[in-house]
């Protein structure tokens, strides 16, 4: 079985702070790590995504990530957030058989 | 532009019938997914296919089937509505990945919300 974990349910930050999310995921074989942002009234969209290589992955708007196997994490960080990034952030994990499983999600919240 | 597409924005259902919830995607995906979305759970897998009449189940497909009769179809069936399945429904596609890994970006729909009354 796979799972993913995000910790932090609810983030509140001020504008030009540094952001970092927590997932955690549970599976013993190769996997593919994702993160989704959802903004207000839009449907989900890829941030960045980890298929192999280099562990720190870099995606859209300034976000990053770093895979770090043996503490099973794939944490998403922002130097300096901006009123735009309040959105809820979805951590995801492909491990076999095409399934694609996702965590329950960080609501972030900037506050100008 | 990529899409993938969900019949409806908004449902109303009475408990106890039979509800269809249709997603269309243009890109050939191999891989079509269900979800549910609701607050502080996350997005819930319901069932995925990988190929035309193929399905599996996800961690939550009690009370829902799906059929998958052609490769841009997927559609998602609540075979008798209870009220416990008032949520938002996603419907996603991507292609198949190497090492049947989903190792693709998956494309969402805009969501269906529905209200089992």
């Known amino acids: 079985a796979q799972s993913v974990s995000q910790h932090n349910h609810h983030v509140i930050l001020s504008e030009a702070a540094s952001l970092e999310l927590g997932c955690n995921y549970s599976y013993g074989g190769t996997v593919n790590l994702f993160w989704y942002v959802q903004y207000p009234g839009q449907h989900l969209q890829l941030l960045l995504k980890y298929f192999s290589g280099d562990p720190l992955v870099k995606g859209i708007k300034g976000f990053e990530a770093e895979f770090i196997k043996s503490k099973f994490s794939f944490n998403l960080r922002k130097p300096s957030v901006q009123w735009s990034d309040t959105a809820e952030y979805f951590c995801?994990?492909?491990?076999?058989?095409?399934?694609?499983?996702f965590g329950t999600g960080t609501q972030l919240k900037v506050e100008l | 532009d990529v899409k993938v597409t969900q019949s409806s924005r908004y449902l109303v259902k009475r408990t106890g019938e039979k509800v269809f919830l249709e997603c269309v995607q243009d890109m050939d995906h191999e891989n079509m997914f269900w979800y549910r979305q609701d607050p502080g759970l996350g997005l819930r897998l319901i069932y995925f296919?990988?190929?035309?009449?193929?399905?599996e189940k996800g961690d939550i497909p009690e009370g829902y089937s799906v059929s998958r009769e052609k490769k841009e179809r997927f559609s998602l069936i609540l075979e008798s509505a209870s009220t416990n399945q008032t949520s938002m429904y996603l419907c996603?596609?991507?292609?198949?990945?190497?090492?049947?890994?989903?190792?693709?970006?998956?494309?969402f729909g805009q969501g269906t919300r529905l209200t089992v009354v």
């Open positions: 995801a994990l492909a491990g076999g058989g095409n399934k694609l499983t």
């Open positions: 996603a596609s991507s292609s198949l990945g190497a090492r049947g890994i989903s190792n693709t970006e998956a494309f």
């Open positions: 296919s990988y190929d035309v009449k193929m399905k």
